[in-house]
Structure formats: C-alpha cells, structure tokens
C-alpha cells in the first residue's frame, strides 16, 4: 500500500531564508507526486508534479522540489520565503487512475516570519 | 479551462438534521471526482470518490452518503447529522491517468450544533 510521510508537523523560517517542507514516500511501483497549499479556509492549491525524467521539478510561486529515488524523497523548497507563504503544505502519492490510490500525506504548518 | 464549484461555504446545522452538500465540475467531461472531510486544519479524510456516474465507493463507513447523479455532479448527504460531522469538507476532481493531479473546490465549512 502506498504511504506519505511529512516528518515535521511545523515548519518556522524567517523571511528571505531559504525554505524546506519534507516529505518521503513508500510505493510499490514507480511514483507520481505532488505538492499542494492550503491557505486559511481555502482547499488546497496544487504546486507542482513529479511524473518523470529531470529530478528538478519546477512549479507555482517559486517552488520547486527535488525528487530523490534512492531515498524515497520529494523535499519542496523556495530559495527565499515571503511571509505570504506561511501556510499548509500537503504532499501526495499516486500510482495509477484509481481514487483510492491517490494519498496524502498528514500536512506540514510553514510559517514564515517577518 | 476547468473549474469547480462548492456550496454553501458554511454551513450551521442542528444534530439531527439532513444535510446536501453539493460540488460541479464545469470544463471536463467523466471526471473522478472526491469527497474530503479536513478537521482542525490538519490531514485529509477521503470520505467517498467516484469514477462515473452512479459508481460510489465509500472509504469510510458513517452515516454520509455520496451521489453522482450527473457527470460533473457530486452530492454528500446525510439524513441525520451527528456533532461528529462538524468539519470542513472539500470536493475534488481530477482527470483519468495517475499522473494528473487533483483539484479543490474552496469547501464548506460546517458547524453542528
């Protein structure tokens, strides 16, 4: 079955630093993974997607994450975080069409502080 | 370009009473579409999803139901709201392939009192 793991539950980061939301994942196959933001009731807005190919991936707003197979990872980052980014942050795990094989992971609060 | 429409935004009820929360998807055609309940700002509960018309499953039993009685229509219910029940809950659709990403109405936030 697959599985996502967000390691920190909070994540603080002062404004202009670099920032970094973690998030491995265990599949039996080979992955397809997402990163999505949820501000204050709003549903969730999706990032970026790992499918194939460059380990780089480059998404909304500054975004980007790297995809790491030999440690089951896909790390978001920002290389300066805005104190409009504080929010929370999902990563999610696909294998195939089907609804029941699309995971979340349990959501990791960033804030970001002047 | 599509987009997805949920409503009420919030929502007050009483234990005890029905509940219809309904969710569109305008700009796709035969879309899965989901059912979410999110409590306390935290992780997501996949509540029901549906890959056609009146095909439901149910990841978790409870006293919800689900319906899709049009393409791009998916309708939560329950004849009896417990205080329980009280959570934000989203919608989602997404297209058919495991690559593509799903994507979220803007909830209803629901108070039972």
């Known amino acids: 079955a697959q599985s996502v793991a967000q390691p920190e539950d909070q994540v603080n980061v002062a404004e202009g630093n670099p920032l970094t939301v973690k998030c491995t994942y265990s599949v039996s196959g080979n992955p397809y993974l997402f990163w999505y933001v949820q501000y204050p009731n709003r549903g969730l807005q999706f990032l970026l997607k790992y499918i194939t190919g460059d380990n780089l991936v480059k998404g909304s707003y500054g975004f980007e994450a790297e995809f790491n197979k030999s440690q089951t990872s896909f790390h978001l980052k920002k290389p300066s975080a805005l104190v409009s980014d504080s929010a929370l942050y999902f990563c999610?795990?696909?294998?195939?069409?089907?609804?029941?094989?699309?995971?979340f992971g349990p959501g990791t609060r960033l804030s970001v502080l002047p | 370009s599509q987009t997805i429409h949920q409503w009420p935004a919030t929502l007050v009820q009483p234990v005890g009473s029905p509940l219809s929360l309904e969710c569109t998807v305008e700009?796709?055609?035969?879309?899965?579409l989901y059912w979410y309940r999110q409590a306390a700002g935290r992780g997501l509960q996949l509540l029901f999803y549906?890959?056609?018309?009146?095909?439901i499953s149910s990841e978790v039993p409870q006293n919800l139901s689900a319906s899709r009685p049009q393409d791009r229509q998916f309708i939560l219910s329950s004849k009896k709201l417990l205080l329980s029940d009280s959570g934000f809950y989203l919608c989602?659709?997404?297209?058919?392939?495991?690559?593509?990403?799903?994507?979220f109405g803007d909830g209803t936030r629901l108070s039972i009192l």
């Open positions: 549906s890959v056609g018309i009146g095909q």
């Open positions: 700009g796709t055609s035969n879309p899965n």
């Open positions: 999610a795990v696909s294998l195939d069409n089907y609804g029941q094989n699309f995971v």
């Open positions: 989602a659709w997404r297209k058919t392939g495991g690559n593509q990403p799903q994507h």
